[in-house]
T-cell receptor, first 109, second 117 residues
Framework: QKEVEQNSGPLSVPEGAIASLNCTYS??????FFWYRQYSGKSPELIMS????GDKEDGRFTAQLNKASQYVSLLIRDSQPSDSATYLC?????????FGKGTMLLVSP | DAGVIQSPRHEVTEMGQEVTLRCKPI?????LFWYRQTMMRGLELLIY????????DSGMPEDRFSAKMPNASFSTLKIQPSEPRDSAVYFC???????????????FGPGTRLTVL
């Protein structure tokens, strides 16, 4: 059973702080990983993808991948109240994605 | 681009009734996915198509669920008969092909919130 595990949260951070979201996966065959953001009552939207070990930066977002530890993380710098949402981690198997249940992030002004 | 289109956005029905959900993927995408999301189970893949052909329906919970993709621009998910435990948000997503990126970079529709009484 392929699993992606995330802490459900909520993770509460003050505005301007760094939010750190973590994810572990069970399938060692997974090669690519994705972070989706889902606002309450809305659909998931892709914010980051990462395919190789190390860091990948895109604006205020940094995705980190450690395949040896089967660990993926998402850092959000200078967190804003508009970042308050549920963040879903996903791992790609042969051709489909397995999603975690998501971590709720709350950024307080 | 209008994005992935789903209809209806909300559906309330009574147990035993047939429910049909509809999806129009982004033009040029050759993968289409149907997901179900609940608080308890999160986002679950039900079935996916590649070039209109069903590839993996192992996520379909039981024979009451069926899905079709008669052409590249339209897919349906049907539940017959519906049960209260089918209440969830159903998402359609598309990706891939010349117009899209890698298969993991999926674009989701707004979802259909289904309530079965």
């Amino acid at each position: 059973q392929k699993e992606v595990e995330q802490n459900s949260g909520p993770l509460s951070v003050p505005e301007g702080a760094i939010a750190s979201l973590n994810c572990t996966y069970s399938d060692r065959g997974s090669q690519s990983f994705f972070w989706y953001r889902q606002y309450s009552g809305k659909s998931p939207e892709l914010i980051m993808s990462i395919y190789s070990n190390g860091d990948k930066e895109d604006g205020r977002f940094t995705a980190q991948l450690n395949k040896a530890s089967q660990y993926v993380s998402l850092l959000i710098r200078d967190s804003q109240p508009s970042d308050s949402a549920t963040y879903l981690c996903a791992a790609r198997g042969y051709s489909t994605l397995t999603f975690g249940k998501g971590t709720m992030l709350l950024v307080s002004p | 681009d209008a994005g992935v289109i789903q209809s209806p956005r909300h559906e309330v029905t009574e147990m035993g009734q047939e429910v049909t959900l509809r999806c129009k993927p982004i033009s040029g995408h050759d993968y289409l996915f149907w997901y179900r999301q609940t608080m308890m189970r999160g986002l679950e893949l039900l079935i996916y198509f590649n070039n209109n052909v069903p590839i993996d329906d192992s996520g379909m919970p039981e024979d009451r669920f069926s899905a079709k993709m008669p052409n590249a621009s339209f897919s349906t998910l049907k539940i017959q008969p519906s049960e209260p435990r089918d209440s969830a948000v159903y998402f359609c997503a598309s990706s891939g092909g010349l117009a899209g990126g890698p298969i993991g970079e999926q674009f989701f529709g707004p979802g259909t919130r289904l309530t079965v009484l």
